[in-house]
């Protein structure tokens, strides 16, 4: 928010913009949503994501790592569950 802030008070995007996006970061803080982030390989998807989330949960290499689905949700614990297409699934410690 502090973003839009510094946005709104240099004029540099219409304030009816910044308005919508204020309302919009609103409706995110407060209830579950869906993002999907899509691109080339090594465009800066995973980078995005790890800048939006505040934290880097995402790998970032020079070569691409993450060309799988991927779907980050909140939870208690930070934890790794790969879905494998047999329908198994595994826990993988979230450090590796």
Same mark, same amino acid.
């Given at each position: 928010?502090?973003?839009?802030?510094?946005? /709104?008070?240099?004029?540099?995007?219409?304030?009816? =913009?910044? +308005? !919508?996006?204020?309302?919009?970061?609103?409706?995110?803080? &407060?209830?579950?949503?869906?993002?999907?982030?899509?691109?080339?390989?090594?465009? /800066?998807?995973?980078?995005?994501?790890?800048?939006? =989330?505040? +934290? !880097?949960?995402?790998?970032?290499?020079?070569?691409?790592? &993450?060309?799988?689905?991927?779907?980050?949700?909140?939870?208690?614990?930070?934890?790794?569950?790969?879905?494998?297409?047999?329908?198994?699934?595994?826990?993988?410690?979230?450090?590796?």
């Amino acid at each position: 928010m502090r973003v839009l802030q510094v946005e /709104g008070e240099n004029n540099i995007f219409p304030s009816v =913009l910044i +308005e !919508e996006v204020r309302q919009l970061a609103q409706r995110v803080q &407060s209830q579950k949503f869906r993002l999907a982030v899509v691109g080339e390989f090594s465009q /800066g998807k995973s980078t995005f994501l790890n800048a939006l =989330l505040g +934290e !880097e949960l995402q790998p970032v290499r020079a070569i691409p790592c &993450s060309g799988t689905l991927t779907v980050l949700k909140y939870g208690a614990e930070k934890r790794v569950i790969c879905h494998y297409k047999d329908g198994t699934q595994s826990v993988i410690p979230f450090d590796q």
